[in-house]
């Protein structure tokens, strides 16, 4: 209330026509106009005109800032990875029909596909992406060099029931731990069901299989169970699919295991393993004899939460995943931490997990992180390597990279 008179603002012009017809009546009065100097009122109502006058001024576009690629770990570190891209299912993998091209153009639609519904492990070989799905009950197959998608083990002989972890060996031929099953289910890379290994009697809860190097042995994983003491590592001969030999048992002391989870054979030729509910990694040479092992229950890097799936890569590293973390870290195999990739978060992005699950590291040092709630595949690439590069620089229709 000013002299009397309400004052409602609808903006600027409204404010302009107030402050006029009030000055006029002063004058018509015989007052002076406002003294904006000496008012405090007028002081307050001209700053408010300034206020808004500035506020209706046109503001500059942002500027976007190219902030070039991310890479791990970050400046002023010296990088070792940078992010290649994420799968999301079949549309990033199968190139586009012109149709399709079409239609995005006009409607602005993403590309089309077959998404994930539960990944858990991956394995890949030579550019070809192998990916179980858990709750789908299949292998889902991301061929990167040709193109292609398909899946393997939906139908008989060989159809899956609940696919978890999985290796290929150096020929190509895909091995499936089907927990439900409780046996080893071997493909070719194409899909062909070839064989089963063991049944319902030789586990309690098989969780993970992973091939020699070598092609002579299988190990494989049984987590056991909250009543189970069956908390071991069971060795089979890759021909003829006989028992070896078991190593381990339910226990805290070296050499024991309490829910172990996954297991990679170093570079070194040497079997690391999750012992996810000690919290560490143990070491055993081929034979299952115990070594050493890294790594203890805590917040802090170096340490761990929830350790999950492990991978090498071909200089000897090892990679950890932590679920609680949400990251992975890496570890020579002296078991000193060398760096960490990723974050918790609820909110999808490069490097960002919920619930990460599989990794692995393929022949060019390609790393490849599986996240089960955001549903997708992040894929890093060495620093030094170029983008078209290895195996999974092979497009369809791309030309070589230079040698």
């Known amino acids: 209330m000013v002299n009397g008179v309400a004052v409602a603002i609808g ?51 942002a500027k976007k800032v190219d902030t070039g690629p991310i890479v791990f770990p970050a400046p002023p570190d010296d ?50 992406i192998y990916l179980s799905d858990s709750v789908d009950a299949v292998i889902r197959v991301f061929d990167v060099p040709n193109g292609r998608h398909f899946r393997i083990g939906g139908d008989d002989p060989g159809k899956l029931s609940k696919p978890l972890g999985i290796d290929v060996d150096r020929n190509g031929n895909l091995y499936v731990a089907d927990s439900i099953a409780k046996a080893i289910m071997v493909y070719n890379k194409d899909g062909k069901f070839l064989r089963r290994i063991g049944d319902a ?13 070598k092609g002579d042995r299988i190990y494989l994983v049984d987590i056991g169970g909250v009543t189970s003491q069956q908390h071991r590592v069971r060795v089979v001969d890759a021909v003829s699919g006989e028992i070896l030999f078991d190593f381990g048992k339910r226990g805290r002391d070296p050499g024991d295991f309490n829910f172990p989870r996954d297991l990679v054979v170093g570079k070194d030729g040497q079997l690391y393993i999750v012992d996810s509910g000690n919290f560490r990694v143990q070491v055993f040479d081929r034979n299952g004899k115990f070594l050493k092992s890294f790594g203890a229950i805590g917040r802090q890097i170096g340490q761990f939460a929830r ?21 992975f870290q890496v570890f020579n195999p002296e078991g000193e931490l060398l760096m960490f990739v990723g974050s918790r978060s609820e909110q999808d992005g490069p490097a960002h997990y919920m619930l990460p699950a599989g990794i692995h590291v393929d022949e060019d040092g390609r790393v490849y992180m599986v996240d089960q709630w955001f549903r997708k595949v992040d894929v890093f690439r060495p620093y030094n390597l170029k983008a078209d590069a290895g ?13």
């Not at 999950?308 to 990251?327: C, S």
């Not at 195996?391 to 040698?403: D, E, F, S, V, Y």
């Open 11 to 61: 903006g600027t012009a409204g404010m302009a026509r107030f402050v006029a017809r009030n000055n006029l009546r002063r004058v018509q009065m015989g007052r002076a106009p406002f003294n904006v100097i000496g008012n405090p009122l007028a002081r307050v109502l001209a700053s408010v005109v300034m206020m808004l006058l500035a506020a209706c001024a046109p503001v500059p576009p």
């Open 79 to 128: 990088p070792r990875f940078v992010y290649e891209r994420t799968i999301y299912g079949s549309g990033d993998i199968v190139p586009q029909t012109q149709e399709a091209r079409l239609r995005g153009m006009l409607t602005g639609e993403g590309a089309r596909g077959e998404g994930l519904n539960k990944p858990n492990a991956i394995a890949v070989f030579q550019g070809r």
């Open 201 to 213: 009697k030789w586990f309690d809860r098989l969780a993970n299989v992973t091939v020699d190097p």
């Open 307 to 327: 350790p999950k799936e492990i991978a090498a890569d071909p200089a000897g590293n090892i990679y950890v995943v932590d679920t609680a973390f949400g990251n």
């Open 391 to 403: 195996h999974l620089g092979r497009r369809p229709g791309a030309k070589p990279a230079p040698r």
